[in-house]
């Protein structure tokens, strides 16, 4: 069996708090890396980074306000020739158990990337974190329309999504190599919002499939926000990103989402 050599690439913006929390649970559970990718993206104060300078294996890019995949994009590419098997994490996962042996294993044969059920946790006003046992995303699926969204349903103990959440999503480096555009993992034209959705419709139109574990648990700040409490800029972009995947729809589908891209681009940027 081949020897995992693990990279992480952690892509952070103003992230002091949650990153701390998730660099601890890496270390705490021996979590067995060779590299260490944290690219920050723009963060008003960077200062909170220089501690993790000091990790073994561990490398801190700054950057400007790149954004989600183009910073993911950057850490890809200070990649170890070496490295088989990398892991896109977001910086607010926290670990509870070191799940990724278990994980990799599921890694063979038309398996390109997996992820683990995400759950919520809670930033409580004193600080304090309050796991709970909301699911967060149990993979990404989309209706007959044309929407996607994260699933928060648990299936059999191993599913078949269309596309798996950012925030978690650990890929065979070869196989990935693949499928990437001009070296870029993810597409930067999304910036932010859906990046992963189109990385995940791109995998599996190259044949590939993708895999939730849904014995496997990590825990997600993302904190699900209502729609009133996204910005409007916000959903301005995540309005626009609709188009890009409209390549991997196919047959009839593809002409209802049109529609629905159409009329949803147009309430954001003229109604709402």
């Given at each position: 069996?081949?020897?995992?050599?693990?990279?992480?690439?952690?892509?952070?913006?103003?992230?002091?708090?949650v990153?701390?929390?998730?660099?601890?649970?890496?270390?705490?559970?021996?979590?067995?890396?060779?590299?260490?990718?944290i690219?920050?993206?723009?963060?008003?104060?960077k200062?909170?980074?220089?501690?993790?300078?000091?990790?073994?294996?561990?490398f801190?890019?700054?950057?400007?306000?790149?954004?989600?995949a183009?910073?993911?994009?950057?850490?890809?590419?200070?990649?170890?020739?070496?490295?088989?098997?990398?892991?896109?994490?977001?910086?607010?996962?926290?670990?509870?158990?070191?799940?990724?042996?278990?994980?990799?294993?599921?890694?063979?044969?038309?398996?390109?990337?997996?992820?683990p059920?995400?759950?919520?946790?809670?930033?409580?006003?004193?600080?304090?974190?309050?796991?709970?046992?909301?699911?967060?995303?149990?993979?990404?699926?989309?209706?007959?329309?044309?929407?996607?969204?994260?699933?928060?349903?648990?299936?059999?103990?191993?599913?078949?999504?269309?596309?798996?959440?950012?925030?978690?999503?650990?890929?065979?480096?070869?196989?990935?190599?693949?499928?990437?555009?001009?070296?870029?993992?993810?597409?930067?034209?999304?910036?932010?919002?859906?990046?992963?959705?189109?990385?995940g419709?791109?995998?599996?139109?190259?044949?590939?499939?993708?895999?939730v574990?849904?014995?496997?648990?990590?825990?997600?700040g993302?904190?699900?926000?209502?729609?009133?409490?996204?910005?409007?800029w916000?959903?301005?972009i995540?309005?626009?990103?609709?188009?890009?995947?409209?390549?991997?729809?196919?047959?009839?589908?593809?002409?209802?989402?049109?529609?629905?891209?159409?009329?949803?681009?147009?309430?954001?940027?003229?109604?709402?």
């Amino acid at each position: 069996m081949e020897i995992c050599n693990l990279a992480i690439i952690i892509v952070t913006h103003n992230s002091e708090f949650v990153l701390k929390k998730n660099i601890e649970s890496i270390l705490k559970l021996h979590i067995n890396y060779k590299q260490l990718i944290i690219i920050d993206s723009g963060s008003e104060d960077k200062t909170y980074l220089k501690r993790y300078e000091l990790l073994k294996n561990t490398f801190v890019i700054y950057e400007n306000n790149v954004g989600f995949a183009k910073g993911n994009n950057i850490g890809y590419s200070y990649l170890k020739e070496d490295i088989n098997m990398v892991l896109f994490l977001n910086p607010d996962i926290i670990f509870s158990k070191n799940i990724i042996p278990n994980l990799i294993a599921l890694i063979k044969k038309d398996v390109l990337g997996v992820s683990p059920i995400l759950k919520r946790y809670i930033i409580k006003s004193n600080k304090m974190i309050e796991f709970t046992e909301d699911i967060d995303s149990s993979g990404i699926y989309s209706t007959w329309y044309g929407k996607y969204y994260d699933s928060n349903i648990l299936k059999n103990r191993i599913s078949y999504p269309e596309a798996l959440c950012g925030a978690y999503i650990l890929c065979d480096r070869k196989k990935l190599d693949k499928i990437i555009k001009n070296g870029k993992v993810f597409n930067e034209n999304m910036f932010m919002y859906k990046e992963d959705i189109e990385l995940g419709l791109r995998i599996r139109s190259a044949g590939y499939q993708l895999i939730v574990d849904n014995n496997s648990i990590v825990y997600h700040g993302r904190g699900w926000k209502s729609r009133s409490q996204v910005l409007r800029w916000q959903r301005l972009i995540s309005a626009k990103n609709d188009w890009y995947l409209l390549p991997y729809i196919k047959g009839k589908k593809k002409l209802i989402a049109i529609i629905f891209y159409l009329i949803k681009y147009f309430y954001v940027k003229y109604i709402e």
